[in-house]
């Protein structure tokens, strides 16, 4: 199992950081203390997977990479996740138009985004099923 997230390198993009007054202004805040985990700083759910009974872990990687999008491939991808499906219209418009704007103004025109995940490979403990 696993799952990819948003990582920050400590040399990152600082575009998440500039943007972020855009969410804070729309009322899309990030919450007081909110994770901003560094690559290879992901948890495991190690723990979890033994204490179902059910498996044993064969193997916890972690994995880490970027990716360089551009201001519509960006805004596709944002427009995959729950956070930015719920917010009000006029705020999504208001924050996408925002990125456009803000990567128009970079020589590159893109934005690295920090991706990283944990892989979790078990096996059903035997006599399960």
């Known amino acids: 199992m696993w799952g990819a997230q948003h990582v920050f390198p400590a040399d990152g993009d600082p575009f998440f950081d500039e943007l972020q007054e855009v969410y804070d202004a729309i009322g899309e805040a990030l919450p007081e ?16 997977i033994e204490e179902s009974d059910q498996f044993d872990i064969v193997t916890v990687e972690d994995f880490d990479w970027t990716v360089d999008y551009d201001a519509e491939a960006y805004i ?35 934005v690295r985004r920090g991706w990283g995940t944990v892989l979790h490979i078990a096996r ?6």
């Not at 991808?77 to 917010?87: N, Q, Y």
């Not at 059903?124 to 099923?129: A, I």
């Open 33 to 48: 203390g909110a994770p901003r985990p560094a690559p290879g700083e992901l948890p495991e759910l190690t723990a979890e």
């Open 76 to 110: 596709n991808l944002l427009r995959t996740f729950s956070g930015h499906i719920a917010m009000a219209p006029l705020d999504r418009e208001r924050l996408f138009t925002e990125i456009r704007q803000r990567l128009a103004r970079r020589p590159s025109g893109t």
């Open 124 to 129: 059903v403990r035997p006599g399960r099923s």
